[in-house]
């Protein structure tokens, strides 16, 4: 599953901190790490484009 995904389900409210660690299979601190990650915190969509026009 993409990691992007997991976050995003995070953020939105749809799991709890520990089911988005659990399925990525890291604990909580390294989550915390991610949550931080400006490269995380964008969309697929956007993250797509950016990739195509490399």
């Given amino acids: 599953m993409d990691k992007r995904k997991v976050i995003s389900a995070y953020r939105r409210g749809f799991i709890t901190m520990q089911e988005c ?5 890291i604990d909580s601190v ?4 991610m949550m ?10 956007t993250l797509k484009q950016t990739t195509a026009s490399v």
């Fill in 36 to 45: 931080n990650d400006p490269q995380l915190a964008e969309t697929p969509r």
């Fill in 21 to 25: 660690a659990q399925i990525l299979g």
């Fill in 30 to 33: 390294q989550i915390m790490g």
